[in-house]
């Protein structure tokens, strides 16, 4: 059994930045972060494998969002630079405990089982 808890949430300009953070209690083999706009579907945005810190990002957020992991605090973090309007979603940690291929399939949800309560990201014009 995994507990994951999200913060860090909160509304910001288009430019700006924004780090949000989860507390996982249990072991992982994968962590990740997930978004849902209002009318779309879950999306993976990054993925990181806890054995050796490799990680796997979505097209849209290459460059601008980086993937974390304080492995004592077991703390997973996001940290969101040059963010754009079309970031606004709800985001959601979510942890794996079977094996992922490192690869795009990384970034599926149905490959996570469990999930934080997310926390809401708005980035204004």
């Known amino acids: 059994q995994v507990q994951l808890v999200e913060s860090g949430g909160g509304s910001v300009q288009a430019g700006g930045s924004l780090r949000l953070s989860c507390t996982a209690s249990g072991t992982t083999i994968w962590m990740g972060w997930f978004r849902q706009a209002p009318g779309k579907e879950r999306e993976g945005v990054a993925a990181r494998r806890s054995i050796d810190g490799s990680a796997v990002y979505a097209d849209s957020v290459k460059g601008r969002l980086a993937i974390a992991q304080d492995n004592a605090k077991n703390t997973l973090t996001l940290q969101m630079n040059s963010l754009k309007t079309e970031d606004t979603a709800m985001y959601y940690c979510?942890?794996?405990?079977?094996?992922?291929?490192?690869?795009?399939?990384?970034?599926?949800?149905?490959?996570?089982?469990?999930w934080g309560q997310g926390t809401q990201v708005t980035v204004a014009p």
């Open positions: 979510a942890a794996a405990v079977e094996y992922i291929h490192l690869g795009a399939g990384a970034l599926a949800s149905a490959k996570y089982k469990y």
